[in-house]
């Protein structure tokens, strides 16, 4: 009896011994190959899928409240019937300045609001929103900029509201960067295509080498996945194998190219000069004369407004912040000396590098045999004690002929940053993640945030600077891949996720809308050397009086 019920026992241990073997090696296939599994079991995978990490449940609902925090407007179906002429026609749009209640007078201080109309290509308006708008306040005699805050009123009406930052005339601009139409696209494109920008890998053991696609997402074939996740963050990365050598063989990574795939109809809601980043004319005035300010009216009314402006071609901050001019060597020698800065993202922080080596004379850079698109880069001021270093961020990143092992997680670098009152942490990471769905950059800015905090706490006096995305010049292409609105989307979600941390931000969102240049990804040399002269105020802060 008692022989019996043991080896009823052992019969039980043993199945779920078996039960749980396969429970765990079928986990390891879904962490290796998440489509490759759904392939095995004959399900369809025709969209490639983005395997992440678990959430916290914390992590999950911050994901889900970012998420409906930026949730863009219903925007059209592209039903069969839509012509292009249904869809809206900046040429027929039109903005009007609205007067001051009290009659058309607007003094340093006050707002502006302007009202925007949208109109189809038969001069009809258009009875819904989710277009996608710029507005600036400028005047170039005296090289005088604001952004302006664009509010959808869902009805094909818009509302722009500019703070009067300075006396003389104002000159507003508004641009339509995509119709609501074209945002329907862009949301298809994330939705079905999110690899359409590809990458590669050259695998190589003595001479034998082969070239596999790679990407966060990887479409279903009976080619078997290399696991590059990182085992610290959770950050995905695959790459098909190689037929003949193994994953470790891995030597570079590149970008592989991008092909987006539209259809006739969608290809016409993206054309340069006719519904691509144009601007929409006035009805009536297209100027204000703006008066001193009058003296019940407080500075701290623009507050909630922009974060600065410019004023005679330099920014200048609205808040606490005071943004020195740093216009020598020797001033920015001073305020670097002493100092260790550590720069890591994509070629928009790169600039910063480049801005700095090229500033001071004495900043000699090191060579470490890295191309100039790539990194590392790192150099010194031996008497001065100033050490600036570049990372690029890890995948996906389109930089070519990176070496493998330069592929760092910017949380893991952060990590090996010791800190300290001289310590100055700066990233800059969004133009790369533009075609892959927001969660996976709301994943790595968790990451990211969660080194950043961890900094913060074993040492204190660490100054960490994040540099947002920026509005740039606009291609038919180049939407498809690079949109502002989906660089929009992205700085909207950093915003929110660093609010309340000791962190400061280089705003190079309203530091490129607001300036008479014409948007760039890389922003042209004045806009750069005004993000150093803000990246210097913070490391070296004016003393108030």
């Known amino acids: 009896m008692v022989s019996f019920r043991c080896l009823k026992y052992a019969a039980i241990f043993v199945?779920?011994?078996?039960?749980?073997?396969?429970?765990?090696?079928?986990?390891?296939?879904?962490?290796?190959?998440?489509?490759?599994?759904?392939?095995?079991?004959?399900?369809?995978?025709?969209?490639?899928?983005?395997?992440?990490?678990?959430?916290?449940?914390d992590d999950a609902l911050e994901e889900r409240l970012l998420l409906d925090s930026i949730a863009w407007p219903e925007t059209?179906?592209?039903?069969?019937?839509?012509?292009?002429?249904?869809?809206?026609?900046?040429?027929?749009?039109?903005?009007?300045?609205?007067?001051?209640?009290?009659?058309?007078?607007?003094?340093?201080?006050?707002?502006?609001?302007?009202?925007?109309?949208?109109?189809?290509?038969?001069?009809?308006?258009?009875?819904?929103?989710?277009?996608?708008?710029?507005?600036?306040?400028?005047?170039?005699?005296?090289?005088?900029?604001?952004?302006?805050?664009?509010?959808?009123?869902l009805n094909g009406s818009y509302s722009a509201v500019f703070s009067l930052l300075w006396e003389g005339s104002a000159q507003v601009e508004v641009t339509l960067v995509h119709p609501s139409e074209a945002v329907t696209v862009l949301q298809r494109l994330t939705r079905e295509q999110p690899d359409r920008v590809y990458f590669r890998s050259v695998f190589r053991t003595g001479s034998v080498?082969?070239?596999?696609?790679?990407?966060?997402?990887?479409?279903?074939?009976?080619?078997p996945?290399?696991?590059?996740?990182?085992?610290?963050?959770?950050?995905?990365?695959?790459?098909?194998?190689?037929?003949?050598?193994?994953?470790?063989a891995r030597i570079d990574h590149s970008t592989g190219g991008i092909k987006p795939k539209l259809n006739g109809k969608e290809n016409t809601l993206f054309k340069r000069g006719v519904n691509l980043k144009v601007s929409i004319k006035a009805s009536g005035l297209t100027s204000v004369n703006v008066l001193p300010k009058m003296k019940e009216v407080k500075s701290s009314s623009v507050k909630s407004g922009p974060s600065g402006y410019y004023y005679k071609d330099e920014w200048r901050a609205i808040g606490d912040t005071?943004?020195?001019?740093?216009?020598?060597?020797?001033?920015?020698?001073?305020?670097?000396?002493?100092?260790?800065?550590?720069?890591?993202?994509?070629?928009?922080?790169?600039?910063?590098?480049?801005?700095?080596?090229?500033?001071l004379p004495d900043l000699k850079e090191f060579d470490l045999h890295s191309s100039r698109q790539v990194g590392p880069f790192m150099a010194l001021d031996n008497a001065n004690n100033i050490l600036v270093t570049f990372h690029c961020h890890g995948p996906p990143i389109r930089f070519t002929g990176v070496p493998a092992m330069a592929l760092h997680s910017i949380a893991n670098?952060?990590?090996?940053?010791?800190?300290?009152?001289?310590?100055?942490?700066?990233?800059?990471i969004w133009a790369h993640f533009s075609t892959f769905p927001t969660e996976l950059y709301i994943r790595r800015l968790q990451n990211i945030r969660r080194a950043v905090v961890r900094l913060l706490e074993r040492a204190p006096g660490t100054l960490v600077v994040i540099r947002t995305a920026n509005p740039k010049a606009m291609t038919p292409f180049v939407a498809l891949t690079m949109s502002d609105w989906y660089a929009m989307q992205l700085d909207k979600v950093l915003r929110i996720m660093f609010k309340g941390l000791n962190v400061h931000l280089v705003d190079a969102w309203e530091m490129v809308l607001a300036h008479h240049l014409p948007h760039d990804l890389h922003p042209p040399p004045p806009i750069i050397k005004n993000m150093i002269n803000v990246l210097l105020s913070y490391i070296c802060p004016q003393k108030r009086s």
């Open 15 to 57: 199945f779920l011994a078996v039960f749980v073997f396969i429970l765990a090696h079928f986990n390891m296939d879904v962490l290796e190959s998440p489509c490759q599994i759904q392939h095995k079991v004959n399900f369809s995978c025709p969209v490639p899928r983005l395997h992440l990490q678990l959430l916290s449940n």
């Open 322 to 359: 005071t943004v020195s001019r740093f216009s020598t060597s020797s001033a920015i020698g001073q305020c670097l000396k002493g100092k260790t800065v550590h720069l890591y993202g994509d070629s928009t922080v790169r600039q910063w590098f480049e801005c700095l080596t090229a500033a």
């Open 76 to 153: 059209p179906s592209l039903s069969a019937s839509l012509s292009l002429e249904q869809t809206t026609d900046p040429a027929h749009s039109r903005f009007t300045i609205l007067p001051e209640k009290g009659g058309q007078q607007w003094h340093v201080g006050d707002q502006l609001e302007v009202m925007i109309k949208m109109y189809d290509f038969h001069g009809r308006p258009k009875k819904s929103g989710g277009d996608v708008l710029l507005a600036r306040l400028h005047n170039q005699a005296l090289g005088a900029g604001v952004a302006g805050k664009v509010l959808d009123l």
């Open 225 to 248: 996945l290399c696991n590059y996740t990182d085992i610290n963050t959770g950050e995905p990365w695959f790459c098909y194998k190689p037929k003949s050598l193994s994953c470790d």
């Open 209 to 223: 080498s082969e070239s596999t696609i790679c990407n966060v997402f990887l479409r279903p074939t009976q080619q």
């Open 413 to 428: 670098e952060v990590d090996r940053v010791v800190g300290g009152i001289n310590t100055v942490v700066v990233f800059g």
